[in-house]
C-alpha cells in the first residue's frame, strides 16, 4: 500500500538560458495545489500499424506498435484559492522565466527530487481572480498552470511507493496546508 | 506468401544479376499500396503502348528477417546501396504482379508524429525492365541472313535471340500467324518475315530491337504482356513470360464477370472512323503515295502495289495536302474515296524506315526503286505471304498481313466512346490484367487500366471501354 512518486508541494527550477549566463539557477517552491491535486496526463507516443496479409481470398488482419515514449502534461489546480504572495513571486517567475526563454524543470513533487523533468508552459490561457470580492478578499482562485514535458520521455519516471526516503504519505493533498 | 523480394547487383535483370539476398513478407500495412496503377495503350491511341508502376510500403515494425538475417530497415537502406529489387507482389497461385525497384527508388520516412516508419519502393511494372534491355540492343544484331525465311514465330523468337537467357520465355497464341491469314486467304502457301526484305532496311544499327519490335506490333496488330512463370516466385532468379497474343482473340474467350462494387462512366474522345496503316511510301512531287489500309466498320481500301513491272504506280493509297488528304486510288487512275486527317481518319504511327535495294537481291514488288525524294518502309512489310492470285503466283503478297491487321484493329475501332470505371471485388480465381474481357449486363468490355488496388476491402478500381 502507498502512493508513488512523492506527495508534498511541486517545484520548479528555472536554468538561466546559456551556461555561462551570470544569472543563478532559482528554484521557485509552489504551494501545494488544491483538490483537484497535480494531475498527470501521460500521452503515448506511438507508431501503430495495420498489418494485413493475403491470399486465396482470406485477409488475416494484425496491429504493430511501437511505443517511442510519453509526452507527459503537468496540471496544477489552483483554481479555488491561492495566496497572493505564492502568486506573485511564485507563479509570475515561473511565466516570466518561460516568456524569456528560460529552460524550465519540474519537480512535481518536492519530497521526490529524483524525479524531474524539463518542461515547457503550455497553458493558452491563464484565468484569475479573486475569493470573495471586497477589503476582505484573502485569496484569489481559478489560477491552473499547465506544463508539458519538452522532450519525449523515454520513461514515465515512476519509483515505488516509499523509495528513498520511507516516509509513505497518504497521496492526498491537504487542503490549504503550506 | 504475399510479397517477395529478392536483391540483386547489376543494371538489369534480364541482362545482369548477381543475387545478393531476398526479403520474404508475410504482412503489408493495409495501406501498403498507396500508388497502384497499371496501364495499357490509350483507347483513343492505339500503339500507345504503356506499362505502369506501384508503390509498396513496407512497415518498419515488421520482424521478418531477409535470407542473411537482416531487417527491414538494414535491407533496404543498410550500408549496401548499390542494387535492384525484383518485388512480386503474390494476390493468389494464378495472380501476382511484378516490378522492379531500383535503389534510388527506395526511401525510409521516420515521421512517426504521423505514423510514418516504413521503407517505401517505387516499382516499375517489369516489361520496362524488359524494353529497357531490348531497347539498348540494336537491331543490326538480329541474325537474319538475305535468303532467310521464318515463320512469324521463328522470327519473333529469333528477334530476341540472345537477350532471353533462361528466364524470358516468349508464349504465342494457340492459333499460328499462318492459320490466321489462311482464315482470309486459304491459299496461302507460307506467310514468312523474309531476311532480304529485312535487310533493305537501312541504319538498323542506330535502330533497337525494341524499336523494331514495337513497330512489328503494330504493323501486325499483336500486343504483348510481361507477367511472372507462376511457380518460379520460390527460385532466385524467377522467370517471366512474355506473351505474344491477338486482341481478336481475346474477345472470343471466356469474359470474366465482375462483382462490380461502384460503376461510373465517362465520355472519350470521339475518335475518327477510319484507321489507316501505311506499309510502304514513296514520296514524289505531287503526293506521299503508299502501300496500306484504310478501313472503318464497314469498309476498306487497300492497296499492295502489286506491279512486278517496276512502272505501274496504281493502284495506291495517296497523302495530298501535307498529308491532310487521304485517297485511294484505283489501277485506272480514278479517285474512289477521299477522305481527311482527324475529322475522318487516324493513323497508326507506323515508322516509315530508310531502306536501300541497290543489294541485287530480289525485291518484288517495291514500286518504283528511285525513291529519291524520300519514302520508307513500315517493319512489319518484313513479311510476305506466298499465293496464287489473279492467276499468277506471288511470293510478295502483303494483302493477307494488313487484312489481318485490319480484324485486330476493327476491335480497337468497335470501342465506344464510353470509358467506365469500375470498383471491382477481386476474384482470385481469374488473372485479372489490362486487356482482360469483362462481361457486364450481356455486353464485353475490355480493361484499360487498373489503379487502386485496395487490399483491406480485396478492391481494384478498374477502367474499361465497351465493344461492340
Known amino acids: 500500500m502507498g502512493i508513488i512518486n512523492g506527495y508534498s508541494s511541486p517545484a520548479v527550477k528555472i536554468i538561466p538560458a546559456a551556461e555561462n549566463s551570470p544569472e543563478a539557477e532559482i528554484k521557485v517552491e509552489l504551494p501545494l495545489t488544491n483538490s483537484a491535486g497535480l494531475v498527470e496526463s501521460y500521452e503515448i507516443k506511438k507508431i501503430s500499424h495495420e498489418l494485413i496479409s493475403f491470399g486465396q481470398g482470406e485477409n488475416k488482419i494484425i496491429n504493430a506498435q511501437k511505443i517511442l515514449g510519453y509526452i507527459i502534461t503537468f496540471t496544477l489546480h489552483y483554481n479555488k484559492w491561492l495566496d497572493g504572495k505564492d502568486l506573485y513571486t511564485g507563479i509570475k517567475q515561473i511565466i516570466d522565466a518561460a516568456k524569456a526563454g528560460r529552460k524550465l524543470i519540474l519537480i512535481p513533487r518536492n519530497d521526490a527530487p529524483w524525479r524531474e523533468f524539463e518542461v515547457i508552459l503550455s497553458n493558452n490561457t491563464f484565468e484569475l481572480g479573486i475569493n470573495k470580492g471586497g477589503r476582505y478578499a484573502s485569496t484569489h482562485r481559478l489560477a491552473v498552470l499547465e506544463f508539458k514535458s519538452a522532450n519525449l520521455e523515454p520513461d514515465l519516471k515512476w519509483y515505488p511507493p516509499e523509495y528513498a526516503e520511507p516516509c509513505g504519505g497518504t497521496g492526498l493533498p491537504i487542503e490549504g496546508s503550506p | ?129 524488359w524494353a ?136 472519350l474522345l470521339q475518335k475518327p472512323k477510319w484507321l489507316y496503316l501505311k506499309y510502304r511510301s514513296i514520296i514524289f512531287n505531287d503526293a506521299e503515295y503508299s502501300d496500306g489500309i484504310f478501313f472503318s466498320n464497314s469498309q476498306l481500301f487497300e492497296s499492295d502495289t502489286n506491279h512486278g513491272d517496276g512502272t505501274t504506280l496504281y493502284p495506291s493509297l495517296a497523302l495530298t495536302m501535307n498529308g491532310k488528304s487521304l485517297s485511294y486510288i484505283n489501277s485506272s487512275g480514278v479517285t474512289e474515296k477521299m477522305i481527311l486527317r482527324d475529322l475522318d481518319f487516324m493513323d497508326m504511327p507506323l515508322k516509315q524506315y530508310n531502306y536501300d535495294l541497290s543489294t541485287g537481291r530480289p525485291i518484288g514488288k517495291l514500286f518504283p526503286l528511285n525513291e529519291t525524294e524520300g519514302g520508307g518502309m513500315a517493319y512489319a512489310r518484313i513479311f510476305n505471304c506466298a499465293r496464287v492470285h489473279n492467276g499468277e503466283a506471288d511470293t510478295y503478297d502483303f494483302l493477307p498481313v494488313q487484312e489481318n491487321t485490319r480484324l485486330i484493329y476493327s476491335v480497337i475501332n468497335k470501342i465506344q466512346n464510353h470509358s467506365f470505371s469500375l470498383k471491382i471485388k477481386l ?42
Open chain 2, 132 to 267: 529497357k534491355l531490348c531497347d539498348a540492343v540494336s537491331s543490326s544484331l538480329i541474325n537474319f541472313a538475305n535468303g532467310v525465311q521464318l515463320t512469324f514465330e521463328e522470327y519473333i523468337i529469333r528477334h530476341f535471340s540472345g537477350l532471353t537467357g533462361d528466364i524470358v520465355l516468349i508464349n504465342f497464341p494457340q492459333k499460328t500467324y499462318l492459320e490466321r491469314v489462311r482464315e482470309i486467304y486459304s491459299n496461302i502457301q507460307w506467310c514468312c518475315a523474309l531476311g532480304d526484305y529485312r535487310n533493305f532496311i537501312t541504319g538498323k544499327e542506330n535502330i533497337s530491337v525494341w524499336e523494331t519490335f514495337k513497330e512489328l506490333a503494330k504493323g501486325m496488330g499483336f500486343n504483348f504482356e510481361m507477367y511472372l512463370n507462376e511457380g518460379t516466385e520460390v527460385l532466385n532468379e524467377p522467370e517471366f513470360i512474355f506473351n505474344i497474343f491477338f486482341l481478336n482473340d481475346l474477345v472470343n474467350n471466356t469474359a470474366i464477370e465482375p462483382e462490380i462494387i461502384e460503376i461510373s462512366e465517362s465520355i
Open chain 2, 427 to 468: 476474384n482470385f480465381q481469374k488473372r485479372l490484367s489490362t486487356k482482360s474481357i469483362f462481361l457486364i449486363n450481356s455486353k464485353k468490355y475490355i480493361v484499360n487500366s487498373i489503379s487502386d488496388l485496395n487490399l483491406k476491402n480485396n478492391t481494384a478500381e478498374v477502367q474499361v471501354s465497351q465493344i461492340n
Open chain 2, 1 to 129: 506468401m504475399p510479397v517477395l523480394i529478392k536483391k540483386y547487383r547489376g543494371n538489369n535483370y534480364f541482362m545482369e544479376r548477381e543475387f545478393a539476398d531476398k526479403l520474404d513478407l508475410e504482412f503489408i500495412p493495409s495501406n501498403g499500396l498507396p500508388v497502384f496503377r497499371l496501364e495499357t495503350d490509350d483507347p483513343a491511341q492505339p500503339g500507345s503502348y504503356r506499362a505502369g508502376d506501384f508503390d509498396l510500403m513496407i512497415s518498419l515494425l515488421q520482424n521478418e528477417r531477409s535470407q542473411t538475417g537482416l531487417n527491414i530497415r538494414d535491407f533496404f537502406l543498410g550500408e549496401d546501396r548499390d542494387y535492384y529489387c525484383l518485388v512480386i507482389f503474390k494476390l493468389s497461385e494464378t495472380q501476382s504482379f511484378c516490378g522492379i525497384a531500383r535503389s534510388e527508388q527506395i526511401t525510409g520516412s521516420y515521421t512517426y508524429s504521423q505514423n510514418r516508419w516504413h521503407v517505401k519502393l517505387t516499382c516499375k511494372d517489369i516489361l520496362i525492365e
